[in-house]
């Protein structure tokens, strides 16, 4: 069987995730799987790409994926991938600048590599008092965002990731808070999914068997990226550039288990009320309506 999957570009987490599958070193069985890049939020080309049937399973941005589904998308969840949390995912901001405490970004210009950020806008009213409604917001891709802070183009930025790590040891600025940090002092959850993956329904309804072995592919995938994250980090800068001390150590900031156990769940039905509060979701669904369980 060919299937095409599709993750986000330039994010080492998840290309190293997948660089075993996309070079041939795991297979899985009975399936030829291509392994493509398609851009990052703000563009849905990667959920769009799922839903005309261009790929058969991708990696998708949680709030994407929910929004898509409850507008009646053929696409059901399998499982969380990219799950940050203490670190991995924050606002940064100057050292010398305005804001010295997450209250004092009310009225300030955040930028993020999606426009406004629904896990912030939330945080940020539920953790710290801060009218969310008062942020103004803006884009940059994100290897752009942190020089668009230390320019006093904005006041803060949202960085994750690799970039997260730049951030941290970058001259000038420092990280305010991070989502995990603030999400367990919420909820208390020591982390939160950011990205799933997902399947088109027609495939797993003719395939039922397929998840468990896309699954498997995954987790030995992710299992190959570990004893060679040098050799990947490697590939990642030809065609990305970047700082391989940067790459790695981001490297070990997300949990990627491929799993959707009972506290995950848990997890998931804690953000989609979060996403409707903030007015990115129109409502909440049951899980089983939404995920291959």
Same mark, same amino acid.
């Given at each position: 069987m060919d299937l095409t999957f599709a993750h986000y570009r330039n994010r080492f987490c998840m290309f190293r995730t997948y660089y075993a599958?996309?070079?041939?070193?795991?297979k899985i069985d009975d399936v030829k799987l291509k392994v493509i890049e398609l851009?990052?939020?703000p563009s849905h080309e990667q959920e769009d790409a799922l839903i005309r049937g261009n790929v058969q399973v991708a990696n998708l941005y949680l709030?994407?994926?929910l929004r898509r589904k409850l507008d009646g998308?053929?696409?059901?969840g399998l499982c969380t991938e990219w799950k940050s949390t203490s670190k991995g995912n924050g606002i940064f901001v100057r050292t010398d600048g305005p804001v010295q405490k997450p209250q004092d970004l009310a009225g300030k210009l955040i930028a993020t590599h999606q426009g406004a950020h629904a896990v912030h806008?939330?945080? @940020?009213?539920?953790?710290?008092? =801060?009218d969310y409604q008062t942020l103004r917001w803006e884009s940059h891709p994100?290897?752009?965002l942190l020089d668009v802070l230390k320019s006093g183009k904005v006041d803060a930025v949202v960085l994750l990731d690799h970039f997260f790590f730049r951030g941290e040891v970058a001259d000038g600025v420092r990280c305010l808070y991070t989502d995990g940090d603030a999400w367990k002092k919420l909820h208390g959850f020591d982390q939160m999914i950011k990205h799933m993956v997902a399947a088109r329904e027609d495939l797993l309804a003719a395939h039922p068997e397929l998840k468990d072995k896309l699954l498997q592919g995954f987790r030995k995938s992710f299992a190959y990226s570990e004893g060679h @994250?040098?050799?990947?980090?490697? =590939?990642f800068i030809q065609r990305y550039g970047g700082n391989k001390e940067a790459l790695i150590a981001s490297a070990r900031y997300p949990k990627i288990e491929f799993t959707f156990t009972p506290q995950e769940q848990k997890i998931a039905e804690a953000e989609m009320n979060m996403l409707v509060e903030v007015g990115h979701l129109p409502r909440t669904a049951p899980l089983s309506t939404l995920f291959a369980l």
């Open positions: 599958l996309a070079t041939g070193k795991v851009p990052d939020p709030p994407n994926f998308a053929p696409i059901v806008q939330y945080l @940020l009213k539920r953790v710290y008092g =801060v994100q290897e752009e @994250l040098d050799e990947i980090g490697d =590939v």
